[in-house]
C-alpha cells in the first residue's frame, strides 16, 4: 500500500562561515594549520586550559587529535583530512568525541594585495542548529588565537551600535555625498572621490581648524553589499601617492580595514578593525602603543555618523 503521506525531505547541513583577512601570506597561514608545534597554541587552545596531546599526520586520509586539559576534564578534538592543497584549500572531518558523527570544516585561503583572506565553512548537522551561534563564536575565537600567537597579529578594533537601518549605515560609508562624518572631530572633508569597486579609490582630504590638508586614500579590496567593506588605508598626498603619517614617522605606511555591519533589531551594529600591513618593528610597536588615541579618534568619528544618520 502507498502511503498519501510524502517522506520528508532529508535534513540539510545548517552550515556557519567565518571570514577573516591576515596581513600574513597565505602559505604561512596554512602552514599554522598542520604544525603540531604552533597548532597546539590556537587551534582548539582556550586561555586557562592547558594543551596535553597534539598529533598530526598531515596528508589525505590521516588523523589528528588535538586534546587540552580544561579544569578537571579533558577536551578531545577528533578528525580525519580529506583535501590538503598547500595554500588555498584544507578540509577535514571533525568531531568532539568518538561517539560523535564528524562533520566537515573546509579552510579556504585566498591570497590577496596585503596578505591573505580565509573562509572557514563548518557544515553543522541540523541538531547543532541552536548552538549554531556558540559555533560562530568559537571558530571566531580560534582564528584570532591564530592572528595573535602564531602571526604576531594585534587588531585594533572597536564596535558602535546604531539606531539605523543597516542600508543607512552601509550608505554613509559608501557614498562620497555622505562621508563628510569621516575623520575626528575639528577636521572637515572638503575633497572626496570615489571610484567604489574593487581595485577602486577613494582619495579624500580633511582640513584642519588652522587651515591645513590632510590627504588619506582607500584601495578597495572587497566589497559585499550591506555586509562588509574591506580596504587598504593609508595617509596620502593630493596626487593620490602614499606618504607618512604627519606627525607619527614610525605609524605603518599602510593599515588593512575591515569595516562589518550587523542588522540588528531596530538598529545595525557596525565593527572597524585595522592591521597593519607590512610593517616594521617599530611600526607595529608604535601601532599596538596607539591604541587608546585610536580608540579616542574613532570615537570621534562615530559620534559624527550618529549625528549624520539622525538627519538621514
Request: charged residues 25%.
Amino acid at each position: 500500500m502507498q502511503s498519501n503521506n510524502p517522506a520528508p525531505p532529508p535534513e540539510e547541513p545548517a552550515g556557519l562561515a567565518v571570514t577573516r583577512f591576515f596581513s600574513a601570506p597565505a602559505e604561512r597561514v596554512f602552514d599554522a594549520w598542520l604544525d603540531p608545534a604552533s597548532a597546539g597554541r590556537w587551534l582548539f587552545a582556550t586561555s586557562a586550559g592547558q594543551m596535553e596531546r597534539v598529533e598530526m599526520d598531515a596528508r589525505a586520509g590521516g588523523k589528528f587529535v588535538i586534546v587540552e586539559k580544561r579544569g578537571r576534564t579533558l577536551a578531545e578534538h577528533l578528525g580525519t583530512y580529506e583535501i590538503i592543497e598547500r595554500p588555498r584549500r584544507l578540509v577535514f572531518r571533525y568531531a568532539t568525541n568518538h561517539d560523535e558523527e564528524p562533520t566537515r570544516v573546509t579552510v579556504a585561503i585566498e591570497p590577496v594585495a596585503v596578505g591573505c583572506k580565509l573562509i572557514l565553512t563548518h557544515e553543522i548537522s541540523p541538531a547543532w542548529t541552536a548552538v549554531r551561534e556558540k559555533a560562530h563564536a568559537g571558530w571566531t575565537m580560534i582564528l584570532e588565537g591564530l592572528a595573535a600567537k602564531i602571526l604576531g597579529e594585534r587588531d585594533f578594533f572597536i564596535s558602535r551600535v546604531f539606531n539605523a537601518p543597516r542600508d543607512l549605515v552601509w550608505k554613509a560609508w559608501t557614498d562620497h555625498n555622505q562621508m563628510e562624518w569621516l575623520g575626528p572631530k575639528g577636521l572637515t572633508i572638503h575633497h572626496a572621490k570615489l571610484d567604489f569597486r574593487p581595485g577602486g579609490i577613494f582619495h579624500y582630504a580633511m582640513r584642519t581648524p588652522d587651515g591645513r590638508d590632510i590627504w588619506g586614500k582607500w584601495v578597495i579590496l572587497e566589497i559585499i553589499p550591506l555586509e562588509r567593506l574591506v580596504f587598504v588605508n593609508s595617509f596620502s598626498d593630493e596626487g593620490g601617492g602614499v606618504a607618512r603619517h604627519p606627525t607619527m614617522p614610525a605609524w605603518p605606511l599602510e593599515l588593512l580595514s575591515t569595516v562589518a555591519f550587523a542588522e540588528l533589531e531596530g538598529g545595525t551594529l557596525l565593527t572597524v578593525r585595522w592591521l597593519p600591513v607590512n610593517a616594521t618593528d617599530i611600526e607595529r610597536k608604535t601601532f599596538d602603543d596607539s591604541h587608546p588615541s585610536m580608540t579616542g579618534g574613532w570615537t570621534g568619528s562615530l559620534d559624527r555618523l550618529v549625528a549624520h544618520l539622525a538627519k538621514a
